[in-house]
């Protein structure tokens, strides 16, 4: 199925919005965008398929209620979450409600780009290619004890301090276990890491 480069960015700050918009349009995209996530929602249901960029604070309704209802409603859409820095844990919990994706504000130009990239790349596939459950566990069984006990802390939502500290060891040490377990996953990002353990039912809701 071809995908069409659609992007309906939802986020309250004008600024942000517009730079954004701006930028993935000199990239090749089409772009709407939304103050609010209420005017979205009740327009999505006739909206052309696109990736949906999805602050996670806003007023009136936040992003993951957004979600939620985008999923309840049957808007298929994929997402990708912008969260704060280093709110791994809103990231996961946007994950588990069917996140694909996230990125920390404040973000670079490249890094939309290859969250973007990413998505309509795993839209274009068939069901049938798409990772499933055994699939995910056969690639974390290659990891270590410790590099699995460091992924299913950070698909709890906790961050590389709070893995050291429950496992006793220095954040430095967390890092290290990250970097192998993600080459052996295969991943280059977090999203991706997360993604594969979300799968395989790893974790419990933060």
């Known amino acids: 199925m071809t995908v069409e480069k659609l992007v309906y960015?939802?986020?309250?700050?004008?600024?942000?919005?517009?730079?954004?918009?701006?930028?993935l349009r000199t990239q090749g995209y089409a772009v709407e965008s939304y103050s609010s996530?209420?005017?979205?929602?009740?327009?999505?249901?006739s909206l052309r398929p696109g990736c949906v960029m999805l602050d996670v604070r806003m007023p009136e309704i936040d992003g993951i209620a957004v979600l939620e209802q985008m999923r309840s409603a049957g808007v298929d859409f994929p997402v990708v979450?912008?969260?704060?820095?280093g709110d791994v844990s809103t990231a996961v919990t946007a994950m588990r409600k069917g996140a694909h994706n996230f990125i920390e504000k404040p973000f670079e130009q490249d890094t939309i780009l290859q969250?973007?990239?990413e998505v309509f790349a795993v839209a274009e596939q068939a069901d049938a290619q798409r990772l499933t459950a055994a699939a995910a566990l056969s690639?974390?069984?290659?990891?270590?004890?410790?590099?699995?006990?460091?992924l299913e802390g950070l698909a709890t939502g906790q961050t590389n301090?709070?893995?050291?500290?429950?496992?006793?060891?220095?954040?430095?040490?967390?890092e290290i276990h990250r970097a192998n377990m993600m080459e052996k996953l295969g991943v280059?990002?977090?999203?991706?890491?997360?993604?594969?353990a979300l799968i395989a039912g790893l974790g419990t809701e933060p």
């Open 9 to 23: 960015i939802i986020d309250d700050d004008g600024a942000i919005r517009r730079s954004t918009s701006l930028f």
């Open 37 to 45: 996530g209420v005017p979205f929602l009740e327009a999505a249901g």
């Open 81 to 85: 979450v912008m969260t704060a820095h």
């Open 115 to 117: 969250a973007l990239e």
């Open 139 to 150: 690639r974390i069984e290659t990891l270590t004890p410790r590099e699995r006990d460091v």
């Open 161 to 174: 301090k709070m893995i050291a500290l429950a496992h006793g060891i220095s954040p430095r040490t967390v």
């Open 188 to 196: 280059r990002t977090l999203p991706e890491a997360l993604r594969i």
